[in-house]
C-alpha cells in the first residue's frame, strides 16, 4: 500500500491481515470489542509518544 491521504474525521477499521490481506472482510461490526480494545492499546502508545521535532 501506498501513502494515505486523510480527509476529516478517519474511521477506525478492522481486519484479519494474516487472512485476508485485501481487507475484503471487515470485522468491525462483528468483533466491536476487539475493536475497542485496539483503539485503546493505540490511544495509550500514541500519547507516551514525543511530540514530533519538525
Known amino acids: 500500500m501506498g501513502k494515505r491521504l486523510l480527509v476529516g474525521q478517519a474511521k477506525w477499521e478492522l481486519y484479519d491481515l494474516s487472512k485476508d490481506i485485501s481487507e475484503e472482510t471487515y470485522l468491525a ?16 502508545m500514541n500519547g507516551e509518544m514525543s511530540e514530533p521535532l519538525f
Do not use: M, R, T
Open 29 to 44: 461490526e462483528a468483533n466491536p470489542e476487539k475493536l475497542v480494545e485496539l483503539i485503546a492499546i493505540w490511544e495509550k
